[in-house]
Nanobody
Framework: QVQLVESGGGLVQPGGSLRLSCVAS????????MAWHRQAPAKQRDLVAV???????NYATSVKGRFTVSRDNAKNTVYLQMDSLKPGDTAVYFC??????????WGQGTQVTVSS
């Protein structure tokens, strides 16, 4: 069974930065894609950034150029560096792992609030 634990969320002013971390335990294939999703209040859950097993990355248009996703397979950890944060980035951020054709495993989420 895979377990994902996110950390690094918090309150930050507009223009600030945060770095989220997600540590995975259990059996995860090194070639499995990992991703960050987010969900703002009263909104649907959206895909923010993906990093494949081959370290290719892909980003939502709204965060491209501001967010950077990375992973360290030796530590079973995926990161999300978030710079130039905006109030619209306020959401609960979830770490996920892909298995087959779905995001099969989810963390409990970490709250990010961007406000002055």
């Amino acid at each position: 069974q895979v377990q994902l634990v996110e950390s690094g969320g918090g309150l930050v002013q507009p223009g600030g930065s945060l770095r989220l971390s997600c540590v995975a335990s259990g059996s995860i294939r090194s070639d499995a894609s990992m991703a960050w999703h987010r969900q703002a209040p009263a909104k649907q859950r959206d895909l923010v950034a993906v990093v494949t097993g081959g370290l290719d990355t892909n980003y939502a248009t709204s965060v491209k150029g501001r967010f950077t996703v990375s992973r360290d397979n030796a530590k079973n950890t995926v990161y999300l560096q978030m710079d130039s944060l905006k109030p619209g980035d306020t959401a609960v951020y979830f770490c996920t792992v892909r298995e087959g054709n779905r995001w099969a495993y989810w963390g409990q989420g970490t709250q990010v609030t961007v406000s002055s």
